[in-house]
C-alpha cells in the first residue's frame, strides 16, 4: 500500500490493523523552478491557499491578525486562495466585524504563481491534515512558512529550521509567530531558503515519480 505521509501510514496500522511492511510512503512531490526570490520589500503579504471549509481555520487567521493589525505595515494583504467550501459568508461577515474586510482578497484561481511571487509569508492553520500540498507550494516560491502542528505538516515544516509550527486553535500563537516573522526579515529569509532546499532534496517531483516507477 502506498500512502504520502506518515500519518496516514499511522492511521492504517492503528485503525485498519494493517501489518507496516506492507505500507510504503512515497511523499508528494512539486515541480521547481529556481527563478524565485526572497522578497525583502515593503509590503506585507500573507498568504494562505486552503479552500473555504471549516477545518482550515481561516476564522483563527483573521482573529490573529485583528490581534496585531495595528503593529503591521499600513499597506498589509491577505489572500486567501481557494473555494468555497460554505463558510465564506461567514468569514466575510467576521472579516467585517474585525474592520480588516478590506485587506483580505479572496481568490478561487488555482494559477498561484503570479500571487505567491509576490507574497512574503505563507500560512497554514488547519486543524487537521493529510499531506499539505500548499506547504511545498510555499517553499516553492520561497516563502517563510507557519503551519499548525497537525497531520504531515511535521514531516515538511522543521521548527524554527525552515518555519515555525504552532499548536492548532491558537489565535494568540499564530499573532506571534506573525509579528516575529515580519519583524525578523533575517530569520524570515533563512526560513524561505531551508524551505527550498527541503523541497529541492526530499519533495522534488522527478524524485516522486522515479520512486513510483520502481514499485510498479
Do not use: M
Not at 459568508?89 to 483580505?104: E, G, P, R, V
Not at 512558512?145 to 486553535?169: H, P, R
Amino acid at each position: 500500500i502506498l500512502v504520502n505521509s506518515e500519518v496516514i501510514k499511522k492511521q492504517l496500522i492503528n485503525q485498519e490493523n494493517v501489518s507496516q511492511n506492507k505500507i510504503k510512503i512515497i511523499y508528494n512531490g512539486i515541480e521547481i523552478k529556481n527563478n524565485k526570490k526572497f522578497k525583502n520589500n515593503n509590503n506585507f503579504n500573507i498568504v494562505i491557499t486552503a479552500n473555504l471549509i471549516l477545518y482550515k481555520n481561516h476564522h483563527i487567521l483573521f482573529n490573529s491578525l485583528n490581534l496585531i493589525k495595528k503593529k503591521l505595515p499600513k499597506n498589509w494583504k491577505l489572500y486567501c486562495i481557494g473555494r468555497d467550501d460554505g463558510v465564506k459568508k461567514n468569514l466575510i461577515k467576521l472579516s467585517k466585524k474585525l474592520k480588516i474586510f478590506d485587506k483580505i482578497i479572496w481568490i478561487e484561481t488555482l494559477k498561484l504563481e503570479k500571487i505567491l511571487s509576490n507574497c512574503n509569508l505563507g500560512i497554514l492553520c488547519s486543524k487537521e491534515e493529510g499531506f499539505p500540498n500548499a506547504i511545498l507550494e510555499y517553499f516553492k516560491f520561497k516563502l517563510p512558512v507557519i503551519a499548525t502542528d497537525v497531520g504531515g505538516c511535521k514531516e515538511i515544516v522543521k521548527n524554527k529550521k525552515n518555519g515555525i509550527l504552532i499548536s492548532k486553535n491558537n489565535t494568540l500563537e499564530l499573532s506571534k509567530a506573525i509579528l516575529y516573522l515580519y519583524k525578523n526579515k533575517n530569520v524570515a529569509k533563512k526560513f524561505s531558503s531551508e524551505g527550498f532546499k527541503t523541497i529541492k532534496n526530499e519533495f522534488k517531483l522527478k524524485r516522486t515519480i522515479d520512486v513510483h516507477e520502481k514499485e510498479h
